[in-house]
């Protein structure tokens, strides 16, 4: 899961690059998105991994 996570935010600053080109609020908030999805996931691996 750590490795979707850091996919996740590669494809969340990809997207933060795209809304700051073409000026668009919509890949703003996907960005935000995928970030949010991409911390979540990050922060159950960690659960997961201290509870082993």
Known sequence: MFALALILSLVGFIALLVALYVGSMVWAWV?????VI???????????????
């Open 31 to 35: 960005c935000v998105g995928i970030g």
């Open 38 to 52: 991409g911390i979540a996931l990050f922060v159950i691996d960690l659960i997961a991994l201290k509870k082993r």
